[in-house]
């Protein structure tokens, strides 16, 4: 079970770092991604992260902005998210699937999602 949080109200400019915690003691066998949803949108990818953390893949709108890690030894990953945009808001998915790493690919496990507002 996938749960994502931190999430908040932020003024554009500002930082924000999202968590996404398992109870899976397989945690480590997972590939992780974020994926975001908005009213205006179809739900997009944002980010996804090998199974051990050593490849990550950022869509082109979030890339040298945010940063995908992990610590397995916390079943918990950590999306950190700077120099937020207002057109970064949305809702935040965490998503899992067993194996090494799916980039923009399928995801079988998804969190309930953790909102995040950038307005000024």
């Known amino acids: 079970q996938l749960q994502a949080s931190g999430g908040g109200v932020v003024q554009p400019g500002d930082s924000l770092r999202l968590s996404c915690t398992a109870s899976e003691r397989t945690f480590s066998t997972y590939a992780l991604a974020w994926f975001r949803q908005s009213p205006e949108k179809e739900r997009e990818f944002v980010a996804a992260?090998?199974?051990?953390?050593?490849?990550?893949a950022y869509a082109d709108s979030v890339k040298d902005r945010f940063f995908f890690s992990r610590d397995n030894a916390k079943n918990t990953a950590f999306l950190q998210m700077n120099s937020l945009k207002p057109e970064d808001t949305a809702v935040y998915y965490c998503a899992a699937r067993a194996g090494n790493f799916y980039g923009n690919g399928r995801y079988d496990y998804w969190g309930q999602g953790t909102l995040v507002t950038v307005s000024s």
């Open positions: 992260i090998s199974r051990i953390g050593g490849s990550t």
